[in-house]
């Protein structure tokens, strides 16, 4: 079991943490900024003033500056690609970047600002592309800089709080997710006043700066070792087997680690909540504003609050899980989030906005309460010496599967009939059933081996 030491763990956790915010909001910045940028006629600020001056400049150049600041119309749907392409890349980059981690131990300081640091070109291209092949490209490298953090971070988090990693856990996941919340609030400020292009390219230089910062900050905080006996194991097995062999063994051994019932259970878990969270992370706006009227600045502001709220839960659901089980708090926010989202299903046209709205508040507030559940089921069910690798499946695995639900939901959406947007969101839904079903397997597995208290009864026989 490889050593970590740090001589400031709160630090170090407080450090990791701020990392994940960053990156939740550089992942999703350019994705729920399609919200603005799907709307090529609303021109940014700057080109609205020249415009009104024009008398000023000549036509030809206030035409390219005009032709600058759009964009071709993209429909819903071609937005669901881009978030599907995102995923799948994030998928295939996560899971190298977890076996990775596990076999190169500098690998865990290395890769949390690394990732920074190449989300910020993204930035730079979406803000200079005229064409959907520069978001195509931006989205791309984007999932490149997002898979960095998750494998290594969470288990980072995992050795250093051994025995409170649901809480640490879910603190990381809720004060993350405060990067998503606040997206949507600073993207329609921030374009009505600059622009968003101008907003992406002063994004992208404060990335480049924290990407840094925090590179310096973790060689720091954090440090990994092999132990003696693994060291000479792996002395052994360089001396014994070519390389072909080692990596042979290595898979085998991985592979009848990870692929248990109970692992392979909570990825297709993790799969339908990912889904569900990643279409409302994305296109709740979109609903607000579309099914529901809101004007930008409106959903802007909701949408951001609702995901602040989500992220308390989420540290709620960190305690629960500490203290129960984390099947229980699993079944509970994806059984939450199904109910909610059928009462809002069934009584979205009739109820009053208000009630629709506290419906949407209360099922982030569910979504999130289960925030790091499926991070912390796979650290509890995997060997430490193998835990990048797990939580890079759980994470590469889902967002494979999960990379067809926002292109389903936003083919639903865009379905000319009149009742398709309302639609949409059985199919959420139906995803959260699924994922109730799935959570429900796992509770039912620890309640039949007696895991449920489990931590209590131990602390009060320790007492005893």
């Known amino acids: 079991m490889p050593q970590i030491n740090s001589p400031k763990p709160k630090?170090?956790?407080?450090?990791?943490?701020?990392?994940?915010?960053?990156?939740?909001?550089?992942?999703?910045?350019?994705?729920?900024s399609l919200l603005v940028i799907?709307?090529?006629?609303?021109?940014?600020n700057l080109v609205s003033i020249v415009v009104k001056s024009s008398q000023q400049f000549s036509s030809e150049l206030v035409n390219k500056m005009v032709i600058f600041n759009r964009l071709p119309d993209l429909t819903t749907t071609q937005t669901g690609l881009l978030i599907t392409l995102q995923m799948i890349v994030f998928a295939v980059i996560t899971l190298g970047v977890g076996v990775v981690g596990d076999k190169w131990l500098r690998s865990k300081n290395v890769f949390v600002p690394l990732g920074l640091i190449i989300m910020a070109i993204?930035?730079?291209?979406?803000?200079?592309?005229?064409?959907?092949?520069?978001?195509?490209?931006?989205?791309?490298?984007?999932?490149?800089?997002?898979?960095?953090?998750?494998?290594?971070a969470y288990a980072s988090i995992a050795d250093l709080y051994e025995e409170k990693k649901g809480l640490m856990m879910s603190l990381n996941a809720g004060l993350g997710m405060a990067g998503t919340a606040i997206i949507p609030v600073m993207i329609t400020i921030f374009?009505?006043?600059?622009?968003?292009?101008?907003?992406?390219?002063?994004?992208?230089?404060?990335?480049?700066?924290f990407g840094v910062a925090i590179y310096f900050a973790l060689n720091k905080l954090i440090e990994y070792n092999f132990t003696e006996e693994e060291l000479e194991k792996k002395r052994v097995n360089k001396k014994s087997m070519n390389n072909g062999a080692r990596a042979k063994n290595w898979f085998k051994k991985e592979f009848l680690v990870l692929m248990t019932l109970a692992i392979i259970t909570c990825l297709f878990y993790s799969s339908?909540?990912?889904g569900v969270f990643r279409i409302s992370s994305n296109y709740m706006a979109f609903l607000f504003v579309d099914l529901y009227n809101f004007d930008l600045n409106t959903a802007g502001w909701v949408l951001s609050l609702i995901f602040v709220i989500g992220g308390l839960t989420a540290l709620l659901g960190g305690l629960v899980s500490d203290k129960y089980t984390t099947s229980l708090t699993m079944l509970t926010s994806l059984g939450g989030c199904a109910i909610l989202l059928l009462i809002i299903f069934l009584g979205s046209t009739v109820f009053p906005l208000w009630l629709t709205i506290a419906l949407y508040f209360l099922f982030v507030a569910s979504l999130y309460f289960s925030a790091a559940a499926g991070t912390k089921y796979v650290a509890e069910n995997v060997p430490q010496g193998s835990r990048s690798t797990g939580i890079s499946l759980l994470f590469a695995f889902?967002?494979?599967l999960a990379a067809l639900f926002?292109?389903?939901?936003?083919?639903?959406?865009?379905?000319?009939?009149?009742?398709?947007?309302?639609?949409?969101?059985?199919?959420?839904?139906?995803?959260?059933?699924?994922?109730t079903a799935t959570a429900t397997i796992l509770f039912m597995r620890d309640v039949k081996q007696g895991n449920i208290g489990k931590r209590k009864k131990k602390e009060?026989?320790?007492?005893?």
Request: with cysteine.
């Open 272 to 274: 339908f909540r990912s």
């Open 460 to 464: 009060e026989d320790n007492s005893s």
């Open 38 to 44: 799907r709307q090529p006629n609303r021109l940014d």
């Open 191 to 209: 374009h009505t006043k600059f622009g968003w292009r101008n907003f992406f390219i002063a994004l992208g230089i404060i990335c480049l700066v």
């Open 11 to 32: 630090l170090a956790l407080s450090t990791l943490i701020f990392g994940h915010f960053l990156n939740h909001f550089y992942a999703y910045v350019i994705g729920v």
């Open 122 to 152: 993204p930035l730079f291209i979406a803000a200079y592309t005229t064409t959907i092949v520069g978001l195509i490209i931006a989205v791309v490298i984007v999932a490149l800089g997002a898979s960095l953090y998750h494998p290594v």
């Open 406 to 435: 926002p292109w389903l939901f936003t083919k639903i959406y865009d379905n000319p009939n009149p009742n398709a947007k309302l639609w949409s969101i059985a199919f959420i839904l139906l995803l959260a059933v699924f994922g």
């Open 398 to 400: 889902p967002s494979t």
